[in-house]
T-cell receptor, first 114, second 112 residues
Framework: AQSVTQLGSHVSVSEGALVLLRCNYS??????LFWYVQYPNQGLQLLLK??????LVKGINGFEAEFKKSETSFHLTKPSAHMSDAAEYFC????????????FGAGTRLFVKA | ETGVTQSPTHLIKTRGQQVTLRCSSQ?????VSWYQQALGQGPQFIFQ???????GRGNFPPRFSGLQFPNYSSELNVNALELDDSALYLC???????????FGSGTQLSVL
């Protein structure tokens, strides 16, 4: 069965600092991997996705993630944090197309200090 | 392009009652998934519908049921509500053959 583990329920960075949010997955088949962002009182918005093409994936708002099969990881990074990046971030894995049974991690709340 | 819309936005029910939540998929999408998000947790997969048939289900009891209509809109029904059913219920649509989910803003259900 597929699963996702996000390391750290809360991450705090200063504005302009590197953002690193960690995600490890398990899957019995080559997975599709995603990062979603959730702002307060809103649904989830797709940041980026890995679908077996390039291992380094670029997303919206300057975020990127690298798929490392040997480490079963898909960490999210951004070189310079902005106040508007403060939100909840979810890593997710799917074993099929159409978003089939996409499974989410518990989430990491990102705080950005001025 | 119309996004995913859910109704109502907020709902208060008492234990033992039944509730129906509604979702309109994004234009062109033929697959809908429902998720339960308890406070401080990630979304938990309830089930997915494709071509009006249940296409996968998570670890939720049978009192959670759903429908998908020919226009791809969907309903989530929960019978015999329990206090632990209090959560944000999210609907997400997608297009078969693609990978990404597009979420609505959710329905906040409170069970008293």
């Amino acid at each position: 069965a597929q699963s996702v583990t996000q390391l750290g329920s809360h991450v705090s960075v200063s504005e302009g600092a590197l953002v690193l949010l960690r995600c490890n997955y398990s899957s019995s088949v080559p997975p599709y991997l995603f990062w979603y962002v959730q702002y307060p009182n809103q649904g989830l918005q797709l940041l980026l996705k890995y679908t077996s093409a390039a291992t380094l994936v670029k997303g919206i708002n300057g975020f990127e993630a690298e798929f490392k099969k040997s480490e079963t990881s898909f960490h999210l990074t951004k070189p310079s944090a902005h106040m508007s990046d403060a939100a909840e971030y979810f890593c997710a894995v799917s074993e099929g197309t159409g978003g089939f049974k996409t499974i989410f991690g518990a989430g990491t709340r990102l705080f950005v200090k001025a | 392009e119309t996004g995913v819309t859910q109704s109502p936005t907020h709902l208060i029910k008492t234990r033992g009652q039944q509730v129906t939540l509604r979702c309109s998929s994004q234009s062109g999408h033929n697959t809908v998934s429902w998720y339960q998000q308890a406070l401080g947790q990630g979304p938990q997969f309830i089930f997915q519908y494709y071509r009006e048939e249940e296409n996968g289900r998570g670890n939720f009891p049978p009192r959670f049921s759903g429908l998908q209509f020919p226009n791809y809109s969907s309903e989530l029904n929960v019978n015999a509500l329990e206090l632990d059913d209090s959560a944000l219920y999210l609907c997400a649509s997608s297009l078969a053959g693609t990978e990404s989910l597009f979420f609505g803003s959710g329905t906040q259900l409170s069970v008293l």
